[in-house]
């Protein structure tokens, strides 16, 4: 689905009032899922969409009073028949749209959206809590909360302040998922509050090092599932982005040196997959002085050892070696390229989603 987090930040930049709208809950089968937005513009113009025919037409129309009232509108519809057919849903079902205001003047609403696009270009994860509850916004209020898995807080949702903990204790589910969900919530009265939770990841950022056949694999499978992957050789028929049509980038680099010419964070994957052991041990060693999530290796054991035997006589430490995923990709007894970029691929979300992290014993 298509971000509209940058252009909700565009837009609150030139200083213009607009409406973001948020599939927030949906039954039946359908493209267009929960979380998914379309920013709606004064002049009736938009951006992105949220399934196209009479589905978004209505909330065209719903937008208007929002417009002419600065005030949050939740609106309902049941698709059957003609309406489905009208629309990008494979089947009716009831789906809930919240239309959102956003307030040029009010800093701590842009403060949350150029946070979530901060994180989303830079790395990191968080939970952008929205109250659906219309009736409980208040003027002058812009009840949104953003919690990040790091601890720092923005925003605040008044009248439910254990919200906090709560999405707190729920973080790692939702992170995990990377869904967004309808959420109810009870104050200390009893009283039940919806709220919208949105995890906000970065798109990770996979770096692959050699274009070969392994690489030729790697790239479309990592790329379906979420990864923005760049491939690099030093080789130029090996580095051309024919080869790669998936890829978000292809770079003609030696691989001495080459870490400084990217920007690897904490985001980052990094699959060593080159033609040979010294090109291999070329960039592991600028790879072990990155502070990047995951560091991968191909190679057989025989390999592997005499890599590491050299990366140690230049001082690098257990401990640094121990970060990396060696003989790489999950234990599949695969063989043939396309079977090695299976394993890779799921060892890159085993990692992504927390559970293939620390030292990896073959």
């Not at 830079?122 to 209020?141: C, F, H, M, P, Y």
Request: hydrophobic share 40%; net charge negative; glycine share 10%.
């Amino acid at each position: 689905m298509e971000d509209m987090y940058p252009k909700a930040v565009e837009l609150l930049d030139k200083g213009c009032f607009s409406v973001l709208a948020t599939i927030i809950a949906l039954t039946g089968s359908g493209p267009r899922g929960v979380g998914t937005k379309f920013i709606i513009m004064e002049d009736g113009s938009y951006e992105g969409t949220i399934g196209g025919g009479r589905l978004e037409a209505q909330v065209l129309e719903g937008a208007k009073a929002v417009f002419a009232t600065r005030n949050p509108a939740r609106l309902s519809f049941n698709l059957r028949g003609t309406d489905v057919a009208k629309t990008d849903m494979l089947c009716g079902g009831q789906t809930q749209v919240f239309l959102e205001p956003l307030f040029p003047e009010r800093m701590e609403q842009r403060q949350l959206f150029n946070r979530a696009v901060e994180i989303q270009k830079r790395g990191g994860s968080g939970i952008l809590v929205t109250l659906v509850d219309i009736a409980r916004w208040k003027e002058g209020e812009i009840p949104k909360l953003f919690l990040e898995a790091d601890g720092e807080r923005i925003g605040a949702i008044s009248g439910l302040e254990g919200l906090e903990n709560k999405v707190k204790n729920d973080m790692a589910d939702l992170l995990g998922k990377r869904q967004s969900a309808l959420i109810s919530y009870q104050d200390s009265c009893g009283q039940v509050w919806e709220v919208f939770a949105e995890p906000i990841v970065s798109e990770p950022m996979l770096y692959v090092f050699g274009g070969g056949h392994v690489s030729s694999q790697i790239v479309p499978q990592a790329n379906r599932v979420g990864f923005r992957v760049a491939v690099i050789d030093d080789r130029l028929e090996f580095a051309d982005p024919n080869k790669f049509p998936e890829a978000a980038e292809v770079h003609h680099y030696p691989f001495e040196g080459v870490l400084q010419r990217l920007p690897v964070n904490e985001a980052s994957y990094l699959v060593i997959v080159t033609r040979g052991h010294i090109h291999d041990k070329a960039v592991l060693s600028q790879c072990l002085k990155t502070n990047a999530r995951y560091i991968g290796m191909i190679g057989s054991r025989r390999k592997i050892a005499m890599v590491y035997d050299k990366l140690k006589e230049e001082g690098f430490t257990q401990k640094d070696i121990d970060r990396v995923y060696a003989p790489i990709g999950l234990e599949i007894g695969a063989e043939t390229p396309e079977e090695i970029a299976v394993s890779i691929v799921a060892e890159l979300i085993s990692v992504r989603a927390g559970r293939g992290i620390g030292v990896k014993q073959k």
